[in-house]
T-cell receptor, first 112, second 111 residues
Framework: DVKVTQSSRYLVKRTGEKVFLECVQD?????MFWYRQDPGLGLRLIYF???????EKGDIPEGYSVSREKKERFSLILESASTNQTSMYLC???????????FGQGTRLTVV | QKEVEQNSGPLSVPEGAIASLNCTYS??????FFWYRQYSGKSPELIMS????GDKEDGRFTAQLNKASQYVSLLIRDSQPSDSATYLC???????????FGAGTRLFVKA
């Protein structure tokens, strides 16, 4: 079974903190994604990566950055956390372009 | 206009009935379409993928695609209370790298 593991299930951070969300997949997938999910807005793509050290902006990249130094790991960084970044963050991976995505369990981040 | 639109619901059906979930998309060049199910507090999981016009059946689930109308649907036959969840329609954009999700339709199946 494909496993996508996110480092934390729940996080509470203070405004202005630098926040790291980690994601690891164990199936040698090419593509990895970070989404945030908010009520009524669905999943919105923050960043994605189709290869090691490659990254592409999604629809809402402002206030975020990413790092993919190894194929299995994709990190999401909130440079200076703000309250409007309180959300559910979902990491996903897919084997190739155009194929299904496998999701991690999600990280519910609260910024206070 | 949103890129992928779904009726947010909730859609309520009795046990044993057919649930019909609908989705429209704006990118005419899209080639890959997916339906995910998401239980409350859980992550989305794939139910069906469809790439060609017509119907695709898998057990109690049927996905229907009409590219000319930019419309994709999911039918759930013999609905069960365990089918109660949010169903997300997802469309791969023309470039092939970005999957755009709809906001989801909440389905309730009443026992």
């Amino acid at each position: 079974d494909v496993k996508v593991t996110q480092s934390s299930r729940y996080l509470v951070k203070r405004t202005g903190e630098k926040v790291f969300l980690e994601c690891v997949q164990d199936m040698d997938h090419e593509n990895m994604f970070w989404y945030r999910q908010d009520p009524g807005l669905g999943l919105r793509l923050i960043y994605f990566s189709y290869d090691v050290k490659m990254k592409e902006k999604g629809d809402i990249p402002e206030g975020y950055s990413v790092s993919r130094e190894k194929k299995e790991r994709f990190s999401l960084i909130l440079e200076s956390a703000s309250t409007n970044q309180t959300s559910m963050y979902l990491c996903a991976s897919s084997p190739h372009t155009g194929t299904e995505a496998f999701f991690g369990q999600g990280t519910r981040l609260t910024v206070v | 206009q949103k890129e992928v639109e779904q009726n947010s619901g909730p859609l309520s059906v009795p046990e044993g009935a057919i649930a019909s979930l609908n989705c429209t998309y704006s990118d005419r060049g899209s080639q890959s379409f997916f339906w995910y199910r998401q239980y409350s507090g859980k992550s989305p999981e794939l139910i069906m993928s469809i790439y060609s016009n017509g119907d695709k059946e898998d057990g109690r689930f049927t996905a229907q695609l009409n590219k000319a109308s930019q419309y994709v649907s999911l039918l759930i036959r013999d609905s069960q209370p365990s089918d109660s969840a949010t169903y997300l329609c997802a469309v791969l954009n023309t470039g092939g790298f970005k999957t755009i999700f709809g906001a989801g339709t909440r389905l309730f199946v009443k026992a």
